[in-house]
């Protein structure tokens, strides 16, 4: 057994590790510069619990890279069981705040069960999904299964609302799907459907959510209504030039102009300070990330660990996509945080946990 831990260890993925922290530093740089005040030069408690989350957060992504990633299939359904249990209970006696109910206060923590539910997706459809599939891919009605164990969360996420979250529920059950074996018939099939679909769907979003949806193809049309948040971060990202103005340095942040900036709209605050040449770093940083969990995802011993890979890597390229295209204006505003980099200690718990599931598939392929 001592042998095998100092395997474990020998192999332990560090370049995974290095990249999550480093993602997780330059965040807490941006949260430090949200929440920075101009008389007031002491620590903001949002910054003295984001730095407890990412000490927190740490802990448990090199717990869960040293833990056995095969052991984790017994536990998926149960543990998607207690993420739907937790959004039953925001439902019905969730925190609520800026209109969304979206947390259990727990005290030192308030929960936000749709961070865990973006982890119990994932492992509940790798779990569905990690036997071979037929010849030809699968059929359409092997997909009954994992559309209800979509639908349930995203049901429950769009009554908070939250329509980011329930967008990257189904855009990562979608990823898994199709690198799952999906015949590709039924994979186009599924993409008709869901375009028409779509009316329907635009039907139950709320009033403001529909603005959002609409006014990215032209904010100045409505500067201080639905298209305040992304005119004001489109100035920041272009005020910032090729450097940027210095840490601490920013004014669209300072002056409070920019709305939810130690959120959704982080990276504004940091391209604003650190310029065209610091969001490539940061960029660049995700995209090694992403990478190495493609290559982990190739590289795994089972189909079982390859599609967990894929499952967590998925999670933040489309975070990242998202979330960089609401602050650039190039996707509408549908609330979503930069992974790592964002403030919010169940988003950034989540996410160091999935990098350690990527941490354990890599470490383990060299012990089977």
Same mark, same amino acid.
């Given at each position: %057994? ?18 999550? $922290? ?36 740490? +802990? ?29 209970? +925001?439902?019905? %006696? ?11 206060? $727990?005290?030192? /923590?308030? /929960? ?6 973006? $982890?119990?997706?994932? /492992?509940? %459809? ?36 939250? /329509? ?31 375009? $028409? ?16 949806? +609409? ?110 295209? %609401? ?42």
């Amino acid at each position: %057994m001592a042998a095998l831990d100092r395997r474990v260890i020998y192999h332990f993925d560090w370049v995974v590790f290095a990249i999550a $922290l480093s993602l997780a530093g330059l965040g807490l740089l941006s949260v430090v510069s949200a929440t920075w005040g101009g008389e007031r030069h002491g620590l903001d408690p949002l910054i003295v619990r984001q730095l407890v989350w990412i000490g927190a957060g740490t +802990v448990l992504m090199i717990v869960v890279g040293l833990f056995d990633y095969k052991s984790v299939g017994g536990y998926a359904y149960p543990f998607y069981v207690v993420a739907v249990l937790l959004l039953v209970v +925001v439902a019905v %006696m969730g925190h609520s705040t800026g209109g969304s109910k979206r947390w259990i206060n $727990l005290g030192v /923590l308030n /929960l936000e069960p749709s961070e865990v539910a973006k $982890l119990a997706v994932v /492992l509940a %459809m790798v779990r569905y999904l990690r036997e071979e599939p037929p010849s030809g891919g699968w059929p359409l009605r092997q997909m009954i299964i994992p559309g209800l164990l979509l639908g349930v969360p995203v049901v429950l996420v769009l009554k908070q609302p939250d /329509l980011g979250t329930a967008l990257i529920l189904i855009l990562i059950t979608g990823t898994l799907i199709f690198v799952g074996g999906l015949n590709w018939h039924m994979m186009v099939a599924l993409m008709l459907a869901a375009v $028409l679909a779509a009316p329907v769907a635009w039907h139950y979003l709320k009033p403001y959510q529909r603005e959002r949806l +609409v006014s990215f193809i032209n904010p100045q049309s409505d500067p201080l209504g639905s298209g305040y948040h992304i005119i004001q971060s489109e100035i920041a990202i272009g005020s910032g030039g090729e450097w940027g103005k210095g840490f601490l340095k920013g004014t669209q942040a300072r002056l409070n102009f920019l709305p939810e900036q130690t959120t959704d709209f982080i990276f504004a605050v940091y391209a604003e300070e650190f310029g065209f040449v610091g969001s490539l770093v940061l960029l660049g940083l995700y995209a090694a990330l992403i990478a190495r969990g493609i290559w982990i995802a190739r590289h795994a011993r089972d189909r079982f660990g390859s599609l967990i890979a894929i499952g967590f890597t998925g999670i933040i390229f489309w975070q990242v996509a998202i979330n960089t295209g %609401m602050a650039t204006g190039m996707l509408p505003v549908v609330g979503i945080t930069l992974p790592l980099v964002s403030y919010g200690g169940s988003s950034l718990i989540a996410m160091m946990i999935g990098m350690g599931m990527l941490i354990s598939v890599n470490t383990r392929r060299y012990l089977y």
